[in-house]
């Protein structure tokens, strides 16, 4: 089963970065976040990924072609045209990625129409190149056969926009930055899709908006499940998100990080 990536978004939001690198390629220590993303899903034997490409495609394009050289010790013979040895191996030799352009300024419903093409199977796992979380695969996979319904969205908590203290008096008893609040839910990506819904409600349309009219017509006709998360989920749309993602991976413990190597 494939796991599609929506990597093709702009990250206006994050400009300060975005005007170098897509916002999915943004590091997070020393890899970009859709590393992190794919080696998160490749632990719950994802391991065969669409990427939907737009802005900066390129760069993803680069970074894959040349990921042996990026991880591995290579020997180049400077008087040969091509003689590169690559001496060792790396963690994600089992991976297949599949790099599809799916237009500079497509919405998320015609990219994910275009790059339908390269699933194989009834259905794939589909998210956003820009969150982090801890969600159960296996058992959002589990909770979605059992539904019987033509897509199922993780359902998460947002996180609040500042700061919540607790007060005792006038003194601070706890701090949290950005909690999750705990009121209404929200999309959270890692959804499970079927091929009838990408027939059914999408088409290559480069205006259609995966989160509008499908998605809206999809809930009114029954066919669109919910798997709620209470667990770790944190998107990166802003700087201060980014940092907030830098600062758990360097603390140690990152909740999205289940992998060993």
């Not at 702009?10 to 390629?25: A, C, S, W, Y």
């Not at 500079?104 to 129409?113: D, E, I, P, S, Y």
């Amino acid at each position: 089963m494939k796991a599609m990536i929506l990597c093709g978004g702009m990250g206006t939001r994050i400009r300060d970065v975005t005007e170098v690198l897509p916002k999915p390629m943004v590091p997070i220590e020393n890899h970009p976040i859709v590393w992190h993303i794919m080696k998160y899903c490749a632990h719950f034997g994802f391991k065969e990924f669409i990427l939907c490409l737009g802005y900066k495609g390129e760069v993803f394009v680069d970074y894959f072609l040349n990921y042996r050289a990026r991880n591995c010790d290579v020997t180049i013979d400077l008087g040969r045209a091509g003689a590169v040895t690559t001496h060792n191996s790396h963690a994600e030799e089992d991976w297949l990625v599949t790099l599809a352009n799916t237009g500079l300024h497509t919405q998320t419903g015609g990219r994910v129409a275009r790059a339908a093409r390269y699933v194989t199977g009834d259905e794939f796992l589909l998210t956003y190149g820009d969150g982090l979380a801890d969600v159960d695969l296996d058992a959002l996979l589990r909770h979605h056969r059992r539904s019987g319904k033509l897509i199922t969205v993780t359902a998460v908590h947002p996180s609040g926009r500042f700061g919540e203290m607790a007060l005792d008096g006038d003194r601070v008893a706890a701090f949290n930055e950005k909690p999750q609040t705990r009121g209404d839910f929200i999309n959270g990506g890692f959804m499970v899709v079927t091929m009838e819904f990408v027939r059914r409600y999408l088409s290559e349309d480069a205006d259609l908006v995966l989160e509008q009219e499908p998605m809206r017509r999809a809930a009114q006709d029954g066919q669109m499940a919910a798997y709620r998360h209470e667990g770790f989920w944190q998107c990166m749309d802003t700087a201060r998100e980014r940092d907030i993602l830098e600062r758990l991976w360097k603390e140690g413990h990152p909740p999205w990080k289940v992998w060993k190597s």
